[in-house]
């Protein structure tokens, strides 16, 4: 099993940065991508950025250029600057297991213009 435990969310003025942090722990071995999701009121969970075990990473258009996401083992980063008021949502981590996707229990990033 894989547990994902989030941390860094809160509230920021627009223009601002913060930076949302994700440790995985159990059978990491079995992970191969891990990286970001977020879910806006009333909105479905979308998909932020992504890295894979071998360091290749993907981002949404909403975030490309404002954000950088990195891995150390098994911890992700999502590095976001210059936020907007849209980017406020509840931001969950995520693993690929296999077959699976395993998730965290999220974390509220709120964006005041």
């Known amino acids: 099993q894989v547990q994902l435990v989030e941390s860094g969310g809160g509230l920021v003025q627009a223009g601002g940065s913060l930076r949302l942090s994700c440790a995985a722990s159990?059978?990491?071995?079995?992970?191969?991508?891990m990286g970001w999701y977020r879910q806006a009121p009333g909105k479905e969970r979308d998909f932020v950025a992504g890295?894979?075990?071998?360091?290749s990473t993907n981002y949404a258009d909403s975030v490309k250029g404002r954000s950088a996401i990195s891995r150390d083992k098994n911890t992700v980063v999502l590095q976001m600057n210059s936020l907007k008021p849209e980017d406020t949502g509840v931001y969950y981590c995520?693993?690929?297991?296999?077959?699976?996707?395993?998730w965290g229990q999220g974390t509220q990033v709120t964006v005041s213009s």
């Open positions: 159990g059978t990491v071995f079995s992970i191969n991508t």
């Open positions: 890295i894979s075990s071998g360091g």
């Open positions: 995520f693993a690929a297991v296999a077959t699976t996707t395993k």
